[in-house]
């Protein structure tokens, strides 16, 4: 028997419907909850997401404005582009698209964005937000999107033994704090953990965001698990594939994302769901 598959396009319709209805609201009262994606450069994954994030920004009443830089901008440029957003009272959130050339430079541009107007969790507040409940900020919208997707999908996240391989700042650590807060019991592991394929197979929802394609196979998986593949990896031969061998876990597990197609498109309705939020809260 094959898998399930949770597939994100359904769960982004639903968000979007109801994201649309909320700005129609804000509409009425004269607002119109606005996006700035900033760009570095012209990589050609940061040109998808943008043209992603924008297409479902225009569906839920958001409207986007982009500012581009040139790969060979100054730190000093960057920091300019992230005040005159701070400065705009018309921007409501603002998405650096990462990671950028120049780390230290997307470090102090993190830091130098306003916490109520990062909508995807870069700033010190907004990571404080995620660990704490408290405070001004958003969770990364890639880690708040699995916890949407699954719970669109209809699982109950309250009890479930989960485990997350991987534990960087932007995926890993936040989507293990958000499925604590939907009472899950969490395991972190990572690509150091000793025998990883024993951890992953006692949990029953298993989310792996380690950033390496295929680290996740046969060896890792057991009946009845449902399964988040986060990983995204262009081949050789232009084909997407995930952090989980998709054709070895498909006829094992209970349930799984495919790669593209399951947590994506739920990644940028989280992000239009963040500046709506963020709109809503300016207009009071």
Same mark, same amino acid.
């Given at each position: 028997?094959?898998?399930?598959?949770?597939?994100?396009?359904?769960?982004?319709? $639903?968000?979007?419907?109801?994201?649309?209805?909320?700005?129609?609201?804000?509409?009425?009262?004269?607002?119109?909850?606005?996006?700035? %994606?900033?760009?570095?450069?012209?990589?050609?994954?940061?040109?998808?997401?943008?043209?992603?994030?924008?297409?479902?920004?225009?569906?839920?009443?958001?409207?986007?404005?982009?500012? $581009?830089?040139?790969?060979?901008?100054?730190?000093?440029? *960057?920091?300019?582009? %992230?005040?005159?957003?701070?400065?705009?009272?018309?921007?409501?959130?603002?998405? *650096?698209?990462?990671?950028?050339?120049?780390?230290?430079?997307?470090?102090?541009?993190?830091?130098?964005?306003?916490?109520?107007?990062?909508?995807?969790?870069?700033?010190?507040?907004?990571?404080?937000?995620?660990?704490?409940?408290?405070?001004?900020?958003?969770?990364?919208?890639?880690?708040?999107?699995?916890?949407?997707?699954?719970?669109?999908?209809?699982?109950?996240?309250?009890? *479930?033994? $989960?485990?997350?391989?991987?534990?960087?700042?932007?995926?890993?650590?936040?989507?293990?704090?958000?499925?604590?807060?939907?009472?899950?019991?969490?395991?972190?592991?990572?690509?150091?953990?000793?025998?990883?394929?024993?951890?992953?197979?006692?949990?029953?929802?298993?989310?792996?965001?380690?950033?390496?394609?295929? *680290?996740?196979?046969?060896?890792?998986?057991?009946?009845?698990?449902?399964?988040?593949?986060?990983?995204?990896?262009?081949?050789?031969?232009?084909?997407?594939?995930?952090?989980?061998?998709?054709?070895?876990?498909?006829?094992?597990?209970?349930? %799984?994302?495919?790669?593209?197609?399951?947590?994506?498109?739920?990644?940028?309705?989280?992000?239009?769901?963040?500046?709506?939020?963020?709109?809503?809260?300016? $207009?009071?």
């Amino acid at each position: 028997m094959m898998a399930e598959l949770l597939k994100g396009a359904a769960v982004a319709a $639903a968000m979007t419907a109801e994201l649309a209805a909320r700005s129609a609201a804000l509409a009425e009262l004269g607002v119109t909850p606005t996006l700035a %994606i900033l760009r570095v450069g012209e990589r050609a994954d940061d040109l998808a997401y943008e043209r992603a994030a924008a297409r479902r920004c225009e569906r839920a009443g958001v409207a986007v404005q982009t500012l $581009a830089l040139p790969e060979d901008c100054s730190a000093g440029q *960057l920091l300019a582009a %992230i005040e005159a957003v701070n400065a705009d009272a018309g921007i409501d959130g603002c998405l *650096l698209l990462r990671p950028l050339p120049d780390r230290t430079a997307e470090a102090a541009a993190c830091a130098a964005l306003r916490p109520e107007k990062d909508v995807d969790g870069m700033t010190a507040a907004s990571q404080s937000f995620v660990y704490s409940g408290a405070g001004v900020g958003f969770a990364p919208c890639t880690a708040e999107a699995v916890v949407a997707l699954l719970e669109g999908s209809g699982v109950d996240l309250s009890g *479930l033994r $989960a485990t997350v391989v991987g534990r960087s700042p932007v995926i890993g650590r936040p989507v293990a704090m958000l499925l604590l807060q939907k009472n899950a019991t969490v395991t972190v592991c990572h690509t150091r953990t000793k025998d990883l394929a024993a951890r992953c197979r006692e949990a029953e929802l298993l989310v792996v965001a380690a950033g390496r394609e295929g *680290l996740i196979g046969a060896e890792s998986l057991a009946p009845g698990q449902i399964v988040v593949d986060v990983g995204i990896h262009a081949g050789p031969d232009g084909a997407l594939r995930g952090d989980v061998r998709f054709d070895e876990a498909e006829g094992i597990v209970k349930a %799984i994302t495919p790669v593209p197609g399951g947590v994506g498109a739920v990644t940028t309705a989280v992000l239009a769901r963040h500046v709506i939020e963020a709109a809503e809260r300016n $207009a009071k």
